[in-house]
């Protein structure tokens, strides 16, 4: 497969990413808890001394009624990587210093706010397309998965059965041009409840064919000892995926729902 992976990621920016019911209270609909998923990447930005150096980002959808809000992390956690003075890389451990910023939408508009939890009062209108434009990889994952799949360009290897009812497939190219196409890759499905019932898809063509959800995808870009590089001598793996999670800053989030929603016009 054409590592589209890394054509989607130039240009990658600060990624945008269940209730406690009590005894006591009448349990919520469906409709009224707020379910989360959290998109993950873990992608080899460059070699140092025979090491991969990984860029690892995640961001983290959560939907409450008809809203979702994407929240991400800043700034990247960079993990092993760094520059000395000068300016040659050298090995370091990820920062420690994060913030957390929100962006808020109704489902299917065309705009949303943003909102940086240090000062939530304040708030930014921006267009959803730019913001799923500009973090491509997670959104655009159905033309990876078409074209991981494309019996034209890949051999399909075969598929095992998992823990927890997982299925793996693994696939194979037929042709390497370059060092930008990978050697193999193996997509995740699952039945997870949470993950099944999750308002979010990377190929609902991919969840509709095997009655499950994709959620990982993995390619493996095997090492060239002959490469004239020192990257394309080494073995490199890249993974994007999703899982669910439960939502720790639920008072926080519910707030900026409650918030944005009259910022919208009434119909």
């Given at each position: 497969?054409?590592s589209?992976?890394?054509?989607?990621?130039?240009?990658?920016?600060?990624?945008?990413?269940?209730?406690?019911?009590?005894?006591?209270?009448?349990?919520?609909?469906?409709?009224?808890?707020?379910?989360?998923?959290?998109?993950?990447?873990?992608?080899?930005?460059?070699?140092?001394?025979?090491?991969?150096?990984?860029?690892?980002?995640?961001?983290?959808?959560?939907?409450?009624?008809?809203?979702?809000?994407?929240?991400?992390?800043?700034?990247?956690?960079?993990?092993?990587?760094?520059?000395?003075?000068?300016?040659?890389?050298?090995?370091?451990?990820?920062?420690?210093?994060?913030?957390?910023?929100?962006?808020?939408?109704?489902?299917n508009n065309?705009y949303?706010?943003?909102?940086?939890l240090?000062?939530?009062?304040?708030n930014r209108?921006?267009?959803?397309?730019?913001?799923?434009?500009?973090?491509?990889?997670?959104?655009?994952?159905?033309?990876?998965?078409?074209?991981?799949t494309?019996?034209?360009?890949?051999?399909?290897?075969?598929?095992?059965?998992?823990?927890?009812?997982?299925?793996?497939?693994k696939?194979?190219?037929?042709?390497?041009?370059?060092a930008?196409?990978?050697?193999?890759?193996?997509?995740?499905?699952?039945?997870?409840?949470?993950?099944?019932?999750?308002?979010?898809?990377?190929?609902?063509?991919?969840?509709?064919?095997?009655?499950?959800?994709?959620?990982?995808?993995?390619?493996?870009?095997?090492?060239?000892?002959?490469?004239?590089?020192?990257?394309?001598?080494?073995?490199?793996?890249?993974?994007?995926?999703?899982?669910?999670?439960?939502?720790?800053?639920?008072?926080t989030?519910?707030?900026?729902?409650?918030?944005t929603?009259?910022l919208?016009?009434?119909?």
């Open positions: 497969m054409r589209m992976i890394f054509l989607l990621l130039i240009g990658w920016p600060n990624f945008i990413s269940c209730c406690n019911i009590s005894p006591n209270i009448k349990k919520e609909s469906k409709h009224e808890q707020i379910t989360a998923v959290r998109l993950y990447s873990n992608f080899p930005v460059s070699v140092y001394e025979g090491r991969v150096l990984t860029l690892i980002d995640s961001a983290d959808l959560i939907f409450f009624k008809d809203m979702v809000v994407y929240k991400n992390y800043d700034p990247y956690e960079i993990r092993e990587m760094g520059f000395d003075a000068a300016d040659n890389p050298i090995l370091i451990r990820a920062k420690d210093s994060i913030t957390v910023n929100y962006i808020v939408s109704k489902k065309s949303g706010y943003f909102y940086n240090s000062d939530s009062t304040k209108k921006v267009l959803m397309d730019t913001i799923r434009s500009k973090n491509s990889v997670f959104f655009s994952f159905s033309k990876i998965y078409e074209v991981g494309n019996a034209a360009n890949n051999i399909f290897v075969g598929s095992v059965q998992l823990e927890n009812n997982d299925l793996m497939e696939y194979v190219s037929k042709i390497k041009v370059d930008t196409y990978d050697d193999t890759t193996y997509f995740y499905y699952s039945t997870d409840p949470d993950l099944m019932a999750a308002d979010f898809s990377f190929s609902k063509t991919a969840d509709s064919i095997k009655n499950k959800k994709l959620y990982k995808l993995r390619t493996i870009y095997l090492a060239n000892p002959s490469a004239l590089d020192e990257a394309g001598k080494v073995e490199k793996e890249v993974i994007i995926g999703m899982k669910s999670i439960k939502v720790e800053d639920e008072k989030i519910k707030e900026l729902f409650e918030k929603t009259k919208y016009p009434e119909k």
